[in-house]
């Protein structure tokens, strides 16, 4: 079953905070404490296009997707630029305050249960520069956008679909997936890829997110049960 439910972790505990307005599953979302989150598209009986702004105590209907899709990733905040990539079906599509825009280059390789991210560590850059990081169908394609055209980069050396990560263009990590088994791997690029330290437990469909210098992830399956422990890098 999908629900609505938000926590917010602040390094040492998680708390339960206000519901999203709509129950959702196989969404993307990005955001900070500091900054704000979006939750972007996912399903329930059928692909959703709604998005979601969080104030720091309420969430609230903001400009929906052109094209409501599940599977895929995002990144950005409420006020500023934002990013979805991929899913199902695969595009992509920017924001900066107002309407989103699909993406017409015709660059992207499309892609589901992907990481990405467009966050430099300091700033929110989704409409300028953001990164595309494997997927199902034991997908190792890295993809970059500049703000007008995607480019594929290096394949990651492990294949990992279902993962999580973030960062940007220059600078990302990601972390678990595989379809074929539930996996520990953490990868990270900075224009070349290189073997991160394995996490503790295997998971797959897990949620997470930062930078090769700080990153968190949560929740996820292991082949058994769901998962609700977290780890930080």
């Known amino acids: 079953d999908w629900n609505a439910q938000f926590e917010t972790y602040d390094g040492s505990t998680w708390t339960s905070q ?5 129950p959702r599953y196989d ?11 979006l939750a972007i598209g996912g399903r329930d009986y059928s692909n959703l296009d709604s998005v979601e702004a969080w104030s720091g105590s309420s969430w609230s209907n903001t400009n929906s997707l052109n ?11 409420p006020t500023t630029n934002a990013i979805s990539m991929g899913g199902s079906p695969s ?22 249960g992907l990481a990405g991210g467009a966050f430099s560590g300091s700033a929110w850059s989704g409409t ?12 190792d394609a890295t993809q970059s956008w500049n703000g007008s055209t995607w480019t594929a980069e290096t394949n990651m050396p492990t294949a990992q679909g279902g993962n999580a990560g973030g ?12 379809e074929d088994s539930y996996s520990v791997i953490t990868q990270v690029w900075d224009g070349s890829w290189s073997s991160g330290g394995d996490m503790n437990i295997p998971r797959i469909g897990c949620g997470g997110g930062g930078t090769p210098d700080n990153a968190l992830v949560f929740g996820g399956n292991n082949g058994t049960a769901n998962v609700a422990t977290n780890e930080v890098w």
Do not use: C, K, P, Q
Not at 18 to 22: G, K, Q, Y
Not at 72 to 77: C, E, P, R, T, V
């Open 27 to 37: 969404s993307a979302g990005g955001g900070s404490g500091y900054d704000g989150f």
């Open 18 to 22: 206000t519901e999203m307005t709509t």
């Open 91 to 112: 595009v992509v599509e920017t924001r900066t305050t107002g309407a989103w825009t699909t993406d017409t280059s015709g660059t992207f390789t499309g892609v589901e």
């Open 167 to 178: 960062g940007f263009s220059t600078s990302a990590i990601t972390f678990g997936g595989n």
């Open 128 to 139: 300028t520069n953001a990164i595309s990081m494997g997927g199902y169908g034991d997908t």
């Open 67 to 77: 094209s409501g899709r599940h599977n895929l990733a995002g990144d950005g905040i």
